[in-house]
Antibody, heavy 118, light 107 residues
Framework: QVQLQESGPGLVKPSQTLSLTCSVS??????????WSWIRQPAGKGLEWIGRIYTSGSTNYNPSLKSRITISADTSKNQFSLKLSSVTAADTAVYYC??????????WGQGTLVTVSS | EIVLTQSPDFQSVTPKEKVTITCRASQSIGSSLHWYQQKPDQSPKLLIK???QSFSGVPSRFSGSGSGTDFTLTINSLEAEDAATYYCHQSSSLPQTFGQGTKVEIK
């Protein structure tokens, strides 16, 4: 059973960079045909797809955030990461990492709340 | 960007009743439509993939149908544990998008 776990600071100051890591167990991020994604959810609101990294290392980003996002992978640690620069209060949300098999998200992390505030 | 519009936004239902949630896409997405259940303070869980394929371990009372632009999630004989918000999600084109959610409350 694949398990994902997000980690990172829960509080980030405005204009700084949000950095989160997703640790994967029960499967390798460098094998199979999977997309490893980041999704966020502001409190009381819906889900927003941020971007993804494929097993091969190729990436796709949401155009609404593209200029500020970097998603990367560390296969030696079986982790993938999100960096979101120049954050504002609008970036406050629960951030989820998830695996897409085919393209439906079949496994999700528990989510981590990131608050942007000075 | 493909917009997904769910209806209704909220539904209050008695146990054993049938629930129908619809998701309409702003353009044709074939069968690249998936459904998730999210309970409070939990991450979403995949229920249905590719419009009608049940995900492993999902109770048989959950079913999906549709193609193109119109899709339906049906919960037959609602149980108390089904109280949640349900989201549709399209993977036909980037950026992937989600519907706004439908909250199902148990009366």
């Amino acid at each position: 059973q694949v398990q994902l776990q997000e980690s990172g600071p829960g509080l980030v100051k405005p204009s700084q960079t949000l950095s989160l890591t997703c640790s994967v167990s029960g499967g390798s991020i460098s094998s199979g045909s999977y997309y490893w994604s980041w999704i966020r959810q502001p409190a009381g609101k819906g889900l927003e797809w941020i971007g993804r990294i494929y097993t091969s290392g190729s990436t796709n980003y949401n155009p609404s955030l593209k200029s500020r996002i970097t998603i990367s992978a560390d296969t030696s640690k079986n982790q993938f990461s999100l960096k979101l620069s120049s954050v504002t209060a609008a970036d406050t949300a629960v951030y989820y990492c998830a695996r897409a098999s085919g393209v439906a998200f079949d496994f999700w992390g528990q989510g981590t709340l990131v608050t942007v505030s000075s | 960007e493909i917009v997904l519009t769910q209806s209704p936004d909220f539904q209050s239902v008695t146990p054993k009743e049938k629930v129908t949630i619809t998701c309409r896409a702003s353009q044709s997405i074939g069968s690249s439509l998936h459904w998730y259940q999210q309970k409070p303070d939990q991450s979403p869980k995949l229920l249905i993939k590719f419009a009608s394929q049940s995900f492993s371990g999902v109770p048989s009372r959950f079913s999906g149908s549709g193609s193109g632009t119109d899709f339906t999630l049906t919960i037959n004989s609602l149980e108390a544990e089904d109280a949640a918000t349900y989201y549709c999600h399209q993977s036909s084109s980037l950026p992937q998008t989600f519907g706004q959610g439908t909250k199902v409350e148990i009366k």
